[in-house]
Each structure stands twice: as structure tokens, then as C-alpha cells.
């Protein structure tokens, strides 16, 4: 079964610093793999996704994400937050591109506070 | 473009009453539909997912069913709520080799 690990359930960091939000995932094949934000009350947004090619993505909003194999990592990065980023941040990995038969299996998502 | 409806946004209910939440996809056709749960802490749990009319598939035993009576509506009901079915419940769709997007959410209290 496939499952995805966020290790960091809360992460402060100022405005204009770099963030990094950490998944590593398992799963027995070449995944494909999101990730979604969540604004408080809202539904989720995709980010960015990974599904073949080149293992540096980027998405919306600035971030990027760099899948590495070896490591069954998809870290999400961002050279320099903006107050507006604060929330949840969510790393999914699917069995298909659009979820198919099984959906997504989520992490339990990474709070982002922002401070001033 | 394609447009996600769910509603209502936020709905209280007393333990035992029955349940129905719906959610709708405009500009698409013969979409994959989900529901999934989101409750305080954890991340999202798949519920049931869908790949046309009348084709629904449970990822969970539960106190909840679905139904796809058209092509695009995707519904999430209960007989009898309990106490654990309070959460957030979102309804996803995908076409082909698209990823899921969204709805806004359902925030369901139960008391």
C-alpha cells in the first residue's frame, strides 16, 4: 500500500526567507505525486504535480518541487515566502494521474505559519 | 473551464438525523467524482470514488453512502449520523490523465 510521510506538522518561518516542506512517500513503482494547499475553511488548490521527465517541477505561486527517487522525497520549496502563503500544505501520491480507482493517498498535511 | 460545486458549506446536525451533501462538475464530461473526509489533524481520507452513473466504489466501511444519479452529480448521504461523521468533506473530480481539483468543502458539525 502506498502511503506519504509530512515530518514537520508545524513550520514558522519569516517573510521573504526560503521555505522547504518535506514528503517522502512509499510506494512500489514510479508514483505520480502533488502537491496541494489548503487555505483555512477552503477546498484544496494543486500546487504542482510530477508525473514523468524532469524531476525539478514547477508550479503556481512560485513554488517548485524536485522529485528524487533514491530518496523517495518530493520536497516542496520556495525561495521566498510571502505572508499570503500561510497554510496547509498537503503532498499526495497516486497510482495514476488522475487517481484512478484508488484516489490519492494524502500526508497529513504541514501548517505554514508566516511570520512578519 | 471546468467548475466544481459543493454545497452547503457548513451544516449542523443532531445525532441520528439523515444526511445529504451534493456536489456538481460543469464543463467536463464522464468525470471521475470522490468524496474524501478531512478530520481535525489528519490529512484526507478517500471515502468513495466514482467513474460513471450508477458506478460507486467504498475505500472505507462506514456510516456513509454515495450515489451518481447523473453524470455529473456526485451526492453523499447517511441514514443515521454518529457522532464520528462530523468533518470536512470535499468532493474531487479527474478526467483522464488530469490530477484531482476540488471543491470548497462541506464543514459538518454533528451534536
Known amino acids: 500500500a502506498q502511503s506519504v510521510t509530512q515530518p514537520d506538522i508545524h513550520i514558522t518561518v519569516s517573510e521573504g526567507a526560503s521555505l522547504e516542506l518535506r514528503c517522502n512517500y512509499s510506494y512500489g513503482a514510479t508514483p505520480y505525486l502533488f502537491w496541494y494547499v489548503q487555505s483555512p475553511g477552503q477546498g484544496l488548490q494543486l500546487l504542482l504535480k510530477?508525473?514523468?521527465?524532469?524531476?525539478l517541477v514547477q508550479g503556481i505561486k512560485g513554488f517548485e518541487a524536485e522529485f528524487k527517487r533514491s530518496q523517495s522525497s518530493f520536497n516542496l520549496r520556495k525561495p521566498s515566502v510571502h505572508w499570503s502563503d500561510a497554510a496547509e500544505y498537503f503532498c499526495a501520491v497516486g497510482r495514476y494521474s488522475g487517481g484512478g480507482a484508488d484516489g490519492l493517498t494524502f500526508g497529513k498535511g504541514t501548517h505554514l505559519i508566516i511570520q512578519p | 473551464s471546468q467548475t466544481i460545486h459543493q454545497w452547503p458549506a457548513t451544516l449542523v446536525q443532531p445525532v441520528g438525523s439523515p444526511l445529504s451533501l451534493e456536489c456538481t462538475v460543469e464543463g467536463t464530461s464522464n468525470p471521475n467524482l470522490y468524496w474524501y473526509r478531512q478530520a481535525a489533524g489528519r490529512g484526507l481520507q478517500l471515502l468513495f470514488y466514482s467513474v460513471g452513473i450508477g458506478q460507486i466504489s467504498s475505500e472505507v466501511p462506514q456510516n456513509l453512502s454515495a450515489s451518481r444519479p447523473q453524470d455529473r452529480q456526485f451526492i453523499l448521504s447517511s441514514k443515521k449520523l454518529l457522532l464520528s461523521d462530523s468533518g470536512f468533506y470535499l468532493c474531487?473530480?479527474?478526467?483522464?490523465?488530469?490530477?484531482?481539483?476540488f471543491g470548497d468543502g462541506t464543514r459538518l458539525s454533528i451534536l
Open positions: 474531487a473530480w479527474s478526467v483522464r490523465d488530469q490530477p484531482q481539483h
Open positions: 510530477y508525473f514523468s521527465g524532469d524531476t
